[in-house]
């Protein structure tokens, strides 16, 4: 269990508490600037609360030596970089750096990620030459890689098209059904309503509502907290937000 | 990895002894050798080479750690200032008139080295950041150039000016083993150093924020690679002044043989700017220039400045 317990981080997040379960898809919504990145980031150990804390499985996050804590949350930043032009398999390799393990394990931790992910294919096409949803998948199967029991994506949906989101919320679905613990910030209701287990509404650093998509993302909630008025259409599991 | 390693390894081995041969005084390797060949050979060239591989080595090294730190292709070790603080240091051991007894002029050099060093990490601070870094050492470098160009126009004698501009032109003429038995344990520790550093850069290759959640520790990197780039650099400063550029292109040679990953190009890089040194150094010996020979670091910087202008060119390209 990834939990977080009264954070507060100065601007950012007043006391947000939350228990995230693994084997769902979590997704975090909420307005701009309410503070769903700087939770990511608390709840991947790269920010430090002020107050506050997150822990995994009971230990605290902060106490964790960052290789081990590397170990079991994946992350993927929001705009993902590639410095080097490396092939998508060296790219996917960079997933295993925290563990230190044998060249034979890691190849095959590799492996299992590409093939996830439908890229075999791609192993040595280098990370210029893919389009926008294969670079996607690539970038994911660099977290795979380093079989996390946890992962945190910050829109990893953004700039995609519907096709390739779809496909991505596939994969992710498929992560969490072998026991991973799935937490995306995402910017489209819709696809929170429709693919996520969980979603968590942040308003200016507070939690506005946690719960199953149809109750967390209800009308009332999208009217107090993004302050629109709009109705769901559609059956659960394919909603659409008419404004 | 090993590929381009085992290459390079070959060629160093057969283009250091053929460099041996070569210079004011061409040695016949078929003819038995005489006590002034010898002479040359172990108390002038073999020194002078094995310096020129040191250099190189250590620049070429220091070069693809840089690149790998800042993410950025057009990176140079002179960047974090160490060079020109060593430069500072060498400077003022010739304005104090204290250069030409013994140790003294590479102590001073080293002394600057650790100066910029201690500087560059006192400025950054805790955090580690790459930017503010990147500009700490900048304002380092611009300072250091700013005191030694007040030296230069304060020294006390002509010819102390005139060794000091000389001197800074970066050279490998006239040195001895004593200069190979300070700058071999500095460049091979700097080396070892940097590529202990490989595996943070490798994470880096992602950005600052995927790179720490991969466990990577931000200040450590950065403490590894002032003292891997402080070393090498600092130490080939001490003993040949500044010689610009060798950082910048061996890494842009190296990385096509490579798989792109920072800490698999460490070590060739190594080995390509210790070959690049040495042919250098050979064809400032051999070319024929009235008043003696073409200085090392001239030399480099005239071949450097164009492939500087090539690589814009390309990026240029690739912007549009």
């Known amino acids: 269990m990834l939990a977080a317990e009264a954070l507060v981080l100065p601007g950012r997040l007043r006391g947000v508490s939350l228990n995230l379960r693994a084997g769902e898809v979590t997704a975090i919504c909420g307005p701009n600037g309410a503070g769903k990145s700087s939770l990511l980031s608390c709840l991947a150990g790269l920010l430090a609360p002020t107050s506050g804390a997150v822990t995994l499985d009971d230990a605290p996050l902060a106490a964790m030596h960052p290789e081990a804590r590397a170990r079991a949350l994946g992350y993927l930043p929001q705009t993902p970089e590639v410095a080097w032009d490396v092939s998508v398999e060296t790219l996917a390799s960079l997933g295993r750096l925290p563990w230190r393990t044998s060249a034979a394990e890691d190849a095959a931790a590799i492996n299992a990620a590409l093939e996830a992910l439908d890229l075999p294919t791609f192993a040595h096409r280098p990370v210029s030459q893919l389009s926008g949803g294969e670079r996607a998948r690539a970038l994911l199967a660099r977290v795979l890689a380093g079989t996390p029991r946890w992962l945190l994506a910050d829109e990893p949906l953004a700039n995609l098209d519907l096709a390739h989101q779809l496909t991505l919320l596939g994969h992710l679905r498929a992560c969490a059904e072998q026991g991973m613990g799935v937490v995306l910030v995402l910017h489209d209701l819709a696809l929170a309503m429709n693919h996520a287990d969980r979603v968590v509404v942040l308003d200016h650093g507070t939690l506005a509502a946690d719960g199953p998509p149809e109750l967390a993302l209800a009308e009332p909630v999208l009217e107090q907290v993004w302050g629109v008025h709009a109705r769901w259409l559609g059956e659960p599991g394919g909603r659409a937000l008419a404004v | 990895m090993t590929r381009p390693i085992t290459l390079l390894l070959a060629a160093l081995a057969l283009v250091l002894p053929l460099s041996l041969l070569a210079g004011r005084v061409w040695i016949d390797p ?20 094995l310096l020129a591989v040191l250099l190189g080595a250590g620049l070429g090294a220091s070069g693809a750690a840089m690149q790998g730190y800042l993410r950025n292709p ?34 001073f050099a080293l002394i600057g080295a650790a100066g910029a060093m201690f500087l560059l990490t006192l400025i950054a601070g805790r955090q580690g950041g790459v930017v503010l870094f990147t500009l700490a050492g900048m304002m380092i470098a611009s300072l250091a150039g700013a005191l030694m160009s007040l030296a230069i126009s304060l020294s006390p004698t002509p010819f102390a000016m005139s060794e000091i501009v000389t001197w800074l032109m970066g050279a490998l003429t006239d040195r001895s083993w004593r200069e190979v038995w300070i700058a071999a344990p500095l460049t091979l520790a700097g080396i070892a150093v940097l590529q202990m550093a490989g595996r943070g850069l490798d994470a880096l290759t992602l950005g600052e924020a995927a790179a720490r959640s991969l466990g990577l520790d931000p200040r450590r990197l950065q403490l590894l690679l002032v003292l891997g780039v402080g070393l090498t650099v600092g130490g080939g400063v001490a003993v040949a002044g500044i010689v610009g550029f060798v950082g910048l292109m061996v890494p842009h040679f190296v990385r096509p043989f490579t798989d792109g990953r920072p800490s698999r190009l460490i070590l060739p890089s190594a080995l390509a700017g210790a070959l690049l040194v040495l042919v250098a150094d050979c064809l400032c010996r051999i070319l024929p220039l009235a008043g003696g020979e073409l200085r090392l670091g001239i030399a480099l910087s005239l071949l450097g400045a164009p492939f500087f202008l090539h690589l814009l060119l390309r990026l240029r390209r690739e912007l549009v």
Do not use: K, N
């Open chain 2, 30 to 49: 078929t003819a038995p050798l005489g006590p002034e060949a010898s002479l040359i050979l172990a108390e002038l060239r073999l020194p002078r080479a």
């Open chain 2, 74 to 107: 057009l990176a140079d070790p002179g960047l974090f200032g160490i060079a020109p603080g060593a430069a500072l240091g060498a400077v003022l051991s010739f304005w104090t008139g204290w250069a030409s007894t013994g140790w003294a002029l590479p102590a």
